[in-house]
C-alpha cells in the first residue's frame, strides 16, 4: 500500500515538472503585444503560428538588411497609396488575421512578382502579382484574381441598368460597368517594403478598376519591416 502511494506521488511530482517545463518552453520572452504572444493562420491548409523571433541577439541578413536602393525605380514611397486607402501597420495585420482571414470576409493579399513570393511570404497570404491588375477586363487571369477578392464580372444584361447609364453620362457613383462588387472582400495588399511600388501599383489599378476603397488596405512596411521585427515568415510549397 505504501509503495502504491509513493509511486503515486512520484506520478504526480513528475507530471507538475513536466507541465512547468512545458510552460517555461511555451512561455514567449518577445512576444507581438504585451496582450498578443502569438497569432495563427491558415496557410495552404496547415495551421501556421505567427511570432517573432525568440534570439534578442539576432540580426536582419540578406537582401532585406540593406539600406540603399537606386532611385528610381527603388524610391521611398508616401504613407498614403490613395487618400480613401487605409495604410495599416503590424497591430492591425495582426487584428487582421485573427477577424477578416479566420471569418472569410478578408484576404492577405502578396502583390509581389512569383519569383518574389516564392523566397518567402507572410502566412495566411495568397500571390495575386500587381500586373494581373493593370490587364485588360477580357484578361481570364483578371477575372480569376478578382474571383479571388470576392468580385465577379456583371452578366450582359447588367451594362443597361440604370446606375450604369448614370455613369456613362458622369451622373452615377463611378461604379464598374464590368465588375460586381457587392461581394467584394476586404483586401490586404502588401509588397517589400517602403521603397516597393507592387502592391501601390495593385492598389491603384483596382482603384480604376472600381474595387471599393474602403475595402482595399496597405501595408507598407512590407517583407522588409515584417522581418526586421523578427515575425514569421514561410517558404510557401510548390
Known amino acids: 500500500m505504501k509503495a502504491r502511494t509513493r509511486f503515486r506521488t512520484l506520478q504526480i511530482i513528475s507530471a ?9 518552453a511555451s512561455a514567449l520572452d518577445v512576444k507581438l503585444t504585451e496582450t498578443r504572444d502569438f497569432v495563427t493562420v ?12 525568440q534570439d534578442e541577439n539576432n540580426v536582419l541578413t540578406g537582401g532585406f538588411a540593406k539600406t ?10 508616401p504613407i498614403r497609396v490613395d487618400p480613401a486607402v487605409e495604410t495599416v501597420g503590424e497591430v492591425e495585420i495582426f487584428d487582421f488575421m485573427e477577424r ?3 471569418n472569410g470576409s478578408g484576404v492577405l493579399v502578396d502583390a509581389r ?17 500587381f500586373t494581373v491588375f493593370s490587364r485588360d477586363t477580357s484578361d481570364p ?17 447588367s451594362g443597361l441598368s440604370m446606375n450604369s447609364l448614370l455613369d456613362m453620362i458622369g451622373l452615377g457613383s463611378g461604379g464598374s ?12 495588399f502588401w509588397c517589400n517594403g517602403p521603397w516597393c511600388d507592387q502592391s501601390p501599383r495593385a492598389i491603384n489599378a483596382l482603384l480604376k478598376q472600381g474595387y471599393p476603397p474602403e475595402k482595399l488596405f496597405y501595408y507598407r512596411g512590407g517583407m522588409q519591416l515584417w522581418q526586421v521585427l523578427g515575425l ?7
Do not use: Y
Request: hydrophobic content about 35%; aromatic content about 4%; glycine content about 6%.
Open 16 to 24: 507538475v515538472l513536466v507541465m512547468s517545463v512545458t510552460g517555461a
Open 42 to 53: 491558415n496557410h495552404e491548409g496547415r495551421s501556421v503560428r505567427v511570432e517573432r523571433i
Open 68 to 77: 540603399s536602393r537606386k532611385c528610381p525605380p527603388f524610391c521611398i514611397h
Open 100 to 102: 477578416q482571414l479566420r
Open 113 to 129: 512578382t512569383p519569383a518574389w513570393h516564392k523566397r518567402g511570404t507572410i502566412p495566411g497570404s495568397i500571390n495575386l502579382p
Open 141 to 157: 487571369e483578371l477575372a480569376a484574381a478578382m474571383s479571388k477578392l470576392g468580385v465577379s464580372r456583371k452578366g450582359p444584361d
Open 177 to 188: 460597368q464590368v465588375w460586381d462588387f457587392s461581394n467584394a472582400k476586404e483586401a490586404l
Open 232 to 238: 514569421t515568415t514561410i517558404v510557401p510549397e510548390d
